[in-house]
């Protein structure tokens, strides 16, 4: 093939060229907005964010867990409905 047939610097291949050359900005901009984004969030260590973790989950009743938590009182909205054995079929909520 010759250079002719691909095509010369002022025709038709300058203007895709020109395109890639201006999507391959935009990008770039995108991913630097992106990064500062990510610089201004807040940067906390590990052992701070297992910390916290710890915390809530021992200070947040959690009613699955009757062993830890004990018996809750049966006046929840859940719990009033009558069971899937009684009904004769699953109940979804």
């Not at 867990?65 to 109940?91: H, I, M």
Request: include cysteine.
């Amino acid at each position: 093939m010759s250079t002719a047939t691909i095509g010369s610097a002022a025709g038709p291949m300058s203007s895709t060229r020109a395109e890639r050359e201006l999507n391959k900005l935009r990008r770039l901009q995108e991913l630097n907005l992106r990064l500062e984004h990510s610089l201004s969030m807040p940067i906390i260590p590990v052992s701070a964010a297992a910390r916290d973790l710890v915390k809530f989950c021992t200070s947040t009743p959690d009613p699955l867990l009757p062993s830890v938590w004990g018996e809750f009182s049966k006046d929840r909205p859940y719990t009033s409905n009558p069971t899937a054995s009684e009904q004769g079929c699953c109940a979804i909520l």
